[in-house]
């Protein structure tokens, strides 16, 4: 079975730091595009950040500069550091992958997910 499981969130000032983990099982990660979601209370979830298999990566609009998506394949362990956090961050946020090589910021491209990690921002 694939597994993801996320870690590293918490709640944070804004202005802050956080970096968010996903280690994968069950899937061969190296070979894959991977990506972070967020999710929320009471909005859809959204595409925050994608990395391809080749390492290319995509933000959404309001996370260039601030946020970097990077892998370990080693360790197959995915990363989302977070810097210069702001209130509208507030969320659940997912890692997300599937049999691909080019990652996109569309929920409807992943078909394996993590149970998420709640990061605040105040």
């Known amino acids: 079975d694939v597994q993801l499981v996320e870690s590293g969130g918490g709640s944070v000032q804004a202005g802050g730091s956080l970096r968010l983990s996903c280690t994968v099982s069950?899937?061969?990660?190296?070979?894959?595009?991977m990506a972070w979601f967020r999710q929320a209370p009471g909005k859809e979830r959204e595409g925050v950040a994608s990395?391809?298999?080749?390492?290319?990566?995509s933000y959404r609009q309001s996370a260039r500069g601030r946020f970097t998506i990077s892998k370990d394949n080693a360790k197959a362990t995915l990363y989302l550091q977070m810097n210069n956090l702001k209130p509208e961050d507030t969320g659940t946020y997912y890692c997300?992958?599937?049999?691909?090589?080019?990652?996109?910021?569309?929920?409807?491209?992943?078909?394996?997910w993590g149970r998420g990690t709640q990061v605040t921002v105040s």
């Open positions: 069950g899937h061969p990660y190296s070979r894959y595009a």
């Open positions: 997300a992958t599937d049999d691909v090589v080019v990652g996109t910021l569309n929920v409807g491209w992943y078909k394996y």
């Open positions: 990395i391809d298999a080749d390492g290319s990566t």
